[in-house]
């Protein structure tokens, strides 16, 4: 996927500092100690241009991916008791978003509330059991560079070391090629490109790779 042109306002800081959490079971909530409506945010900055060629309203849009978020297949990167990072994964036949019929009529009007929960049970991907797939990585704008994603993607190969998972895998889109530059630096390979040409044209990309990285079983 493909991130916004954006300010050049960064923030360096000690990564001693930031904490990764992840795998929030209900009742837990309280483990983040702040508002996930942050986490949203920083998913919508990242990849608003893919976002907004299907739901043009930033509120509701946000509105809804709020909705949808699944605490226990989200990791979050925090600093000083703010979400700065989120790895949204996709394992055991469950997603970090899910996009219910009911939360989406909230928003819309019925015709496009049918739309969009067919668009968005469509878009994921069917994987192995023993797969770990990262749909989505963002990082808040102003802390970018300090390897937050770095550290998310290695709890998350971690997590699936500990859990019995063999691979985790992602997607990077075409526009994007720092982002699979980090990648292949951190073990991931290349292992097919999905080409959509013209179609995904609006949302700033025309194909992704298809990135794995294999994990070690936990011995």
Do not use: W
Not at 99 to 121: L, Q
Not at 185 to 194: A, E, H, S
Request: include cysteine; aromatic fraction near 12%.
């Amino acid at each position: 996927m493909s991130e916004e042109s954006i300010p050049d306002i960064k923030k360096v800081v000690n990564k001693s500092n930031i904490r990764i959490i992840g795998n929030i079971q209900p009742g837990e909530v309280y483990r983040i100690g702040c508002s996930i409506e942050k986490a949203v945010e920083i998913l919508y900055e990242a990849f608003s241009r893919k976002i907004s060629a299907l739901i043009k309203s930033r509120e509701k849009a946000i509105e809804i991916h709020k909705r949808a978020l699944k605490l226990p297949y989200v990791f979050f990167a925090l600093l000083d008791g703010e979400i700065i990072g989120i790895a949204g994964l996709h394992y055991s036949n469950q997603s970090f978003l899910e996009f219910r019929y009911t939360d989406i009529r909230k928003s819309f009007n019925p015709f496009k509330s049918v739309f969009y929960y067919f668009v968005f049970r469509m878009v994921v991907p069917k994987i192995g059991k023993d797969v770990i797939r990262i749909d989505s990585l963002a990082v808040d704008v102003h802390f970018r560079g300090n390897g937050v994603g770095t550290m998310l993607i290695e709890e998350v190969c971690e997590f699936a070391r500990k859990n019995g998972f063999r691979e985790v895998m992602l997607e990077v889109v075409d526009t994007n090629p720092r982002a699979k530059a980090l990648y292949e630096r951190l073990g991931f390979v290349q292992k097919k490109v999905k080409k959509y040409y013209f179609l995904t044209r609006s949302a700033g990309f025309s194909s992704e790779s298809i990135m794995s990285r294999q994990i070690e079983a936990n011995t």
